[in-house]
């Protein structure tokens, strides 16, 4: 099994948006003015599919909601995450189960004990950088 690793590197980051085509939204809230539902709404009109994950929500920006990303039966790529660094350990562990390309925190959330879980699981993980600003950056 590959090894995953940490990505820090600009054009890693730009491989990896550029590759991907679905991303798990794990903590989206379903008010518009909230951070994760900002994002996730970018990263929609950008062209990705975006899966909320969010308990008791069955749908948020027009798609279905799940509570748990071990509920998600499709093909992931990214997940990305909107939940406080206490909390990282546990779904990384839920995301080994689901095999993502990439497990990324938002910014201000770090957990390097999941990130070395991950990796070692063969998941690559961007910590502490806001997806939709790394997507602006590198290709607008």
């Not at 093909?75 to 660094?85: E, K, L």
């Amino acid at each position: 099994m590959k090894k995953g690793k940490i990505i820090t590197e600009d054009s890693e980051i730009k491989h990896i948006l550029a590759d991907s085509k679905t991303i798990a939204v794990l903590g989206l809230s379903p008010k518009p003015e909230r951070d994760s539902h900002i994002v996730a709404n970018y990263l929609k009109k950008q062209g990705y599919k975006i899966i909320p994950v969010r308990p008791k929500q069955k749908e948020i920006l027009g798609e279905k909601a799940y509570s748990s990303i071990k509920d998600i039966k499709q093909t992931i790529d990214i997940v990305n995450v909107f939940r406080n660094s206490s909390q990282i350990m546990l779904h990384a562990r839920e995301a080994i189960r689901i095999k993502p390309k990439v497990f990324w925190t938002q910014l201000n959330i770090e957990d390097h004990d999941a990130a070395e879980l991950l990796t070692k699981a063969g998941i690559d993980v961007v910590m502490n950088l806001c997806i939709r600003v790394e997507h602006d950056r590198l290709f607008n």
